[in-house]
């Protein structure tokens, strides 16, 4: 079935280590999201992709890295810089180029820094 | 640059009753707006969608949502309540790059 994989849906981290998170889609969209779900704050951009090799810094992305390397695929590196690490993160995709089409997302992944 | 407003946190209704929740945009060329709705612990699922055309468009599980330009608004709606619609509900709006949501609004529904 098509759609937004992001794995693992619950992560473990310790202080100071960084820790990527998957993102992976089958929908052959061209741009892809992440974004940070904190309580009371809704979705906060971190980063976005509108293609292969090129990336925008979103709202929040001070402590985050992201690659872009192959259609499908858009890991967000969470490093030992980001303050508050602590969150649940959404990773979504969407056509690019058609501002009228929605954003398909991923079912998150919870991340826990001890 | 754009952003979205939802101003209700927190909306509580009885069930069976009509339920209104708000959201404005600010844009300024033509608005691409979303609903979208998030059960607990999970990703979003579109609800509904406006991008040109008639002002009042229906969605996935008995919503509707209306397009105001002049009051910068597209409020989401829905004629009698279900259990099930207890939620967490975003407004979103999206230009051709990136696409912004509102802080939420937590939807719950008392028996």
């Known amino acids: 079935d098509g759609g937004i994989t992001q794995s693992p849906k619950y992560l473990f981290r310790k202080e100071g280590q960084n820790v990527t998170l998957s993102c992976e889609q089958n929908?052959?969209?061209?741009?892809m999201y992440w974004y940070r779900q904190d309580p009371g704050q809704g979705l906060r951009l971190i980063y976005y992709?509108?293609?292969?090799?090129?990336?925008q810094k979103g709202d929040i992305a001070e402590g985050y890295s992201v690659s872009r390397e192959k259609k499908e695929s858009f890991p967000l590196t969470v490093t030992s810089a980001q303050k508050n690490p602590t969150a649940f993160y959404l990773c979504?995709?969407?056509?690019?180029?058609?501002?009228?089409?929605?954003?398909?997302f991923g079912q998150g992944t919870r991340l826990t820094v001890v | 640059a754009q952003s979205v407003t939802q101003p209700d946190i927190h909306i509580t209704v009885s069930e069976g009753a009509s339920l209104e929740l708000r959201c404005n945009y600010s844009y300024g060329a033509t608005p691409y707006l979303f609903w979208y709705v998030q059960s607990p612990g999970q990703g979003l699922q579109l609800l509904l969608k406006?991008?040109?055309?008639?002002?009042l468009v229906q969605g996935i599980k008995g919503f509707e949502a209306e397009f105001k330009r002049s009051q910068s608004s597209f409020n989401l709606r829905k004629p009698s309540v279900h259990w099930s619609d207890a939620a967490e509900y975003f407004c979103?709006?999206?230009?051709?790059?990136?696409?912004?949501f509102g802080a939420g609004t937590r939807l719950t529904v008392k028996p």
């Open positions: 979103a709006v999206g230009a051709s790059g990136d696409m912004r």
């Open positions: 929908l052959n969209h061209d741009a």
């Open positions: 979504a995709s969407r056509s690019w180029g058609q501002a009228n089409t929605e954003a398909f």
């Open positions: 992709s509108q293609i292969v090799n090129d990336f």
């Open positions: 406006y991008f040109s055309g008639d002002t």
